[in-house]
């Protein structure tokens, strides 16, 4: 039998977001659908990793 493994099968997208209350930017890998929580700049990334990455780069995010 031939199974595909959940790593190819999965096409989540992970957002940089903010929280506008307490202004901390966190990942999440669901779109924000309240208008508390942005997405900041181009904060979509294809990994984790990467929005890790993306996170310490963003302006907003740095300040705090």
Same mark, same amino acid.
Not at 43 to 58: P, Q, S
């Given at each position: 039998?031939? #199974?595909? #493994?959940?790593?190819?099968?999965? +096409?989540? @997208? ?6 506008? +209350?307490? $202004? ?5 890998? $669901? ?10 700049? !181009?904060?979509?990334?294809? #990994?984790?990793t990467e929005? @890790? +990455?993306?996170? $310490?780069?963003? $302006?907003?995010?740095? @300040? !705090?």
């Amino acid at each position: 039998a031939f #199974t595909v #493994t959940s790593a190819f099968a999965q +096409t989540t @997208e992970f957002y940089v977001v903010r929280d506008a +209350t307490t $202004k901390k930017c966190t990942i999440v890998d $669901k779109k924000p659908t309240t208008t508390t929580t942005t997405v900041v700049d !181009n904060g979509t990334f294809k #990994t984790r990793t990467e929005a @890790e +990455t993306g996170m $310490k780069t963003i $302006k907003v995010c740095s @300040e !705090n």
